[in-house]
């Protein structure tokens, strides 16, 4: 029993691994072609990861520093001049 199925890239349909036709829609496949993703996408998934890492980082710590910056201007307004 074949429990490995690849998808048609064109209507996302599960076919047989060997397919040279994709019994749903008919068009060409690639023979005996792995499914699995090229690596350069996932160095570009890996970079794009890294880059919302970066920007998260900069805004949680930007957001942190203002609501420090803003605690420190409350304190100074609530407490009188010395
Ligand atoms: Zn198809």
Request: with cysteine; aromatic share 8%.
């Amino acid at each position: 029993m074949l429990t490995h199925r690849r998808r048609c890239p064109f209507c996302r349909e599960k076919v047989h691994p060997e397919a040279v036709v994709c019994p749903h829609c008919q068009r060409e496949l690639d023979p005996l072609k792995e499914t699995s993703p090229s690596p350069w996408l996932w160095i570009l998934t890996g970079l794009a990861g890294l880059g919302l890492g970066a920007a998260l980082a900069i805004g949680f710590g930007f957001l942190r520093e203002r609501r420090r910056w803003l605690e420190d201007r409350t304190i100074r307004l609530v407490r009188p001049k010395e």
